[in-house]
């Protein structure tokens, strides 16, 4: 495992940095116990504490300890010949043995790290004995109990982060089958939707279609014979056309958003001002200038669409109290401007669809808008709030004049 972030944490990084900070200080507290007590080798006591400590740091440092166990484990034993040399001078190295039983626990497999604690366990208890010039029980508790709780610790710890992973791994696995499910779901739906538009199309505007080129090719048939039936078959042939177009008209209302129903892009627009006011703590106001021309279906929807997720941003991201929704038609084009005093961000930046979750962010906005040959463009600052300008072009009128009855 990692020495410096066992398992790249914050919890794991302060238990590795409490860890340092502990064999260091106890190897400080070595020497300083050497100058202060007034003990003998305290030149060599200093010297070898320092040389531990050095051998210490370096590890964290080393890339091939932290991947490879054959380096810990030549680190380790660097580390502990060096330990062992400053228990030779001092009983005070006593306590640097508990700092060891972690770091061995956690770089070596877990046979091998249980034989090196019990070695170094064993090794303390030596050298305290020596330095005391006998040997009780007692001496044996010290090194023994740490040495046991340091196993306890180390052993719990790797048991929770193992369920942890399980239960991340577990979420994760849920995460997916639940994206997959919602994209299976919306595939479904699509395919749905296209089998119902074909049955409509088919049924409707297909069979109407067929029916006037049966009706013209009669008519072509009985003109030079039988001109009052080839007259006949024409009228049929226009009212079938009246019919087509009204099952068409009927047909492209279906598809028409249920906010665009029954009125005007204007009235649309002040209907949603009215509805974030009330839903939201913001204030959106709606405001129409210029002389309302008629609109094809693409540019309200287009429109609207945009005045929806600009709105929806405002309220989710822009922290703002104010929105004034602006729709002129200008000449020879139409135009839609959103403001608010919000938060804003950096324009340079700006967020891309979003394909998890289905947002309509601004990447969207502006390909829907581009698709009309119309523009959209987007000045913000951080801290003073967001313009957002659509502009679309108007269409040529259609042609809706009745052809001249033969």
Known sequence: MNLAAPALTPTTRALAWCLHLLAIGLLALAAGRAVTGERPHAGWIIATAAACGLAYAAGPVLPGVHHSRRAAALWLAAVAACWLVLLAFTPDAVWVAFPLYFLQLHLLPRRAGLIAVATTAAAAIAGFAAHQHSFSPAMAIGPALGAAVAVAVVWGYQTLYRESEHRRRLIEELTATRADLAAAQH??????????????????????????????????????????????????????AVDNLAEARRFVAAL?????????????????????????????????????????????????????????????????????????????????????????????????????TGGFGLAAMRARVQALGGTLTIKSTTGHGTALAARLPLAPPADTKPEAHP
Not at 291 to 309: F, I
Not at 339 to 349: L, M
Request: with cysteine; proline share 5%.
């Open 187 to 240: 595939t479904a739906g699509v395919l749905a939707e296209r089998d119902r538009l074909a049955r409509e199309i088919h049924d409707t505007l297909a069979q109407g279609l067929s029916s006037i080129q049966l009706l013209l090719r009669a008519a072509d048939r009985a003109l030079p014979r039988a001109p009052e039936n080839a007259a006949h078959y024409v009228g049929q042939a226009r009212q079938a």
């Open 256 to 356: 028409t958003p249920p906010t665009l129903d029954g009125t005007t892009l204007a009235g649309a627009l002040e209907r949603l001002c009215t509805t974030t006011s009330a839903r939201h703590r913001i204030t959106a106001r709606f405001q129409l200038t210029g002389t309302p021309t008629q609109l094809t279906t693409a540019h309200e929807v287009a429109l609207l669409r945009v005045a929806q997720s600009a709105l929806a941003n405002t309220v989710q991201h822009a922290e703002a109290t104010a929105a004034d929704v602006t729709l002129g038609y200008l000449g020879d084009h139409v135009a839609l401007d959103i403001e608010d005093d919000g938060c804003g961000f950096d324009a340079v930046r700006l967020p891309a669809l979003d394909p998890e």
